[in-house]
Structures are given as C-alpha cells and as structure tokens.
C-alpha cells in the first residue's frame, strides 16, 4: 500500500522583502526526488514585497488594500467582503491579510502565485540537483461548508488535477465525470503540520504517485471559467 508522508521544515525564520525563500528551505530539509514543497503564501508575499504599510487597526488602509486587489466584489456582508481578485481567485477580502505579519504590516498575495512557485522550484533544483513540485498555498472558505482549509494557488511541476474519466471504479463502473483537484488535497494535507501559529510556513508532502510530477501544469488551470460557474 503506497504510503504518504508529510514532512514540516523547521527551522525557517521571518522571511522579509528580499529574502531567498529557496535557499531557507534547503539550509533546513534535505529534499527526495518527487517532494512536493507547500509553501505558505504569506512567505512567498513578503519575499515579493507585497507588504503594505498601515497602523495596526487602520482599517481604511486595510479595506483599500482589498479594493485594490479585487476586479470584482462578489458579495458582502458587513466589512467580509467576497471578491474576485485579479489572478481571478473568489475569496475573502481579496487574500488580503493582517495575520502572522509584523505589526503595521497588511500582506497581500503574490502578483503571479505561479510564477512565484516555478521560481522556488528552479532555485532548488540549482542549488541541489533535486528536481521537486511546489505548491504556493493560501487558507480558503468554501461555499456550503464552515471551516477553512488550505488550497493551492500556485503550482510548479505538479499535475494539479487528475481526469479519472473513462477509468473503472472499484465495482467495473466507467467513470465519466470524475475529476480530482490533487493540488488542492496536497495543500490541505500538508496544512496539518503547518498550522496557523507555529511558525512553520513550509512542508513537505513525500510518496505521491510519481505520475503526478510533470512540466506546464499551474494552479490558474484550478479556477473554473464564470462561464462553467453556476454559483457567479
């Protein structure tokens, strides 16, 4: 029975603008071949400087913040603001966030969670001849359901879904509609030794099938069109 790990990289200190996010997790994991690396998005932002500056409870600057980032707002309720963003993720506030940042400090997602994802992959695999995937996650509500989990908004060297279509289920059916968001469990999964308040922003998942590591997939393929969207 294929058996899976989830590996948290400690070790990892502040990250702040500039900062080689790469370099700090192999000075702290010794990568396999086939590792998938769930990067916390908030490290990839403040690596990026998309830190805005703000007093702590400035809420105007919090609430600009968001408008900046959303093409669209979506719904409202009170200050909760559900939006399209321009990277065309539906979520809370624009990802916009006040959480585990230095005081005075709002942050905002990576411009191109991709292309944030593709960098750390070609960084460690110069700097230690091991080719991995990366997934760049973020926390995320989900419609019908409490709770957040955490969901991949870059990808680099990962298939981020897996068609099942035409393959048989346990029972000899065809299954023609079957698709599966692995990015996604793979972000949540390893969300479980991330947390939210130990200070761990990177880990990694080891032992997926192999098959699912593979050039050109991102996480923008994730998002449905608003064309195929029932609920937007």
Not at 39 to 61: C, H, N, P, W, Y
Not at 105 to 125: F, G, N, T
Not at 176 to 186: K, L, M
Request: charged share 25%; hydrophobic share 45%.
């Amino acid at each position: 029975m294929q058996k899976i790990e989830i590996l948290p990289i400690i070790g990892i200190g502040e990250i702040r603008p500039g900062d080689d996010v790469a370099l700090e997790m192999v000075n702290n994991f010794a990568f396999e071949q086939n590792d998938i690396a769930v990067v916390t998005q908030k490290v990839v932002s403040k690596a990026e400087g998309r830190i805005v500056l703000a007093g702590q409870d400035d809420e105007a600057a919090y609430e600009a913040a968001v408008l900046s980032e959303a093409k669209r707002i979506l719904r409202q309720r009170g200050h909760l603001l559900i939006t399209e963003t321009h990277h065309g993720l539906i979520c809370a506030n624009s990802g916009v966030d006040r959480s585990n940042n230095l005081d005075g400090e709002i942050s905002l997602l990576p411009i191109d969670p991709d292309r944030s994802a593709q960098w750390i992959r070609r960084r460690v695999k110069a700097l230690t001849g091991v080719d991995i995937a990366v997934i760049v996650s973020d926390t995320f509500g989900r419609a019908w359901r409490n709770g957040v989990t955490d969901v991949a908004i870059g990808s680099a060297g990962l298939e981020v879904i897996v068609n099942l279509k035409g393959t048989k289920d346990a029972g000899g059916r065809t299954l023609v509609a079957t698709e599966v968001c692995v990015a996604d469990e793979i972000a949540s999964a390893a969300d479980l030794v991330k947390k939210k308040a130990t200070a761990i922003p990177v880990a990694v998942v080891r032992g997926v099938d192999s098959g699912w590591i593979t050039e050109g997939k991102r996480a923008a393929e994730i998002i449905r069109s608003p064309e195929q969207d029932l609920f937007r």
